[in-house]
């Protein structure tokens, strides 16, 4: 198989489609948000250094970083969010890259969803990379409906990363998720058949 590339837009519907795209191919999978939620849990070294950046008032009342928390500072200040990145993207990139490596060695495949995987410039690293894409609209209600998040919010959010049209015109595959988990699901099915001929 290969090292396929995952991304797209805050709630565009990633996690549904990797796990859709799971049941149809061979593939392992590296999650680096939930990488970067393990070490937010459990690295001291992780723990130490957002303290000293971004004070007590980060961390919750066990001691641990507080994920709403640095959410509200770094969406409202791009300049923290860029202090946040600094801790946690080079280790998160260390951990992918390392499962990549040892992928290619064995001759298995990996999907590897990174939200910021053309903002941090990963796209060199994959065979393929897909995009999984919905509108602006779709986005902003599900941020508001299912995370409950407010209007204000989500709008930062989605507007931190890179514009989803741009991404979508570098993806290899693209997915639009702006209908029902079947469609999903169907498009899913095409592009692992696809996968598994390209890559068998």
Do not use: Y
Request: a positive charge; proline letters at 4%; aromatic letters at 4%.
């Amino acid at each position: 198989m290969s090292v396929i590339g995952l991304t797209g837009g805050p709630a565009t519907g990633k996690s549904t489609f990797s796990k859709l795209l799971l049941r149809e191919l061979p593939v392992a999978m590296f999650d680096c948000d939930r990488c970067v939620h393990d070490m937010l849990a459990s690295d001291e070294s992780v723990r130490h250094e957002i303290e000293a950046a971004f004070g007590p008032g980060a961390l919750d009342e066990t001691g641990k970083p507080d994920r709403n928390r640095l959410r509200d500072i770094v969406f409202a200040d791009d300049t923290r969010r860029g202090e946040l990145e600094a801790i946690l993207h080079p280790r998160v990139r260390s951990a992918w890259t390392a499962a990549a490596s040892a992928a290619r060695a064995s001759g298995g495949g990996l999907l590897v969803d990174m939200p910021l995987l053309f903002e941090t410039g990963a796209a060199g690293e994959f065979d393929r990379i897909i995009v999984v894409a919905a509108t602006e609209k779709t986005q902003l209600q599900r941020l508001t409906t299912n995370r409950r998040l407010a209007p204000a919010l989500a709008a930062r959010i989605i507007r931190a990363q890179m514009e989803l049209g741009a991404k979508t015109r570098q993806a290899d595959h693209v997915i639009w998720n702006d209908s029902t988990v079947s469609n999903l699901d169907g498009q899913t099915r095409l592009l692992a058949s696809w996968l598994r001929r390209r890559f068998a």
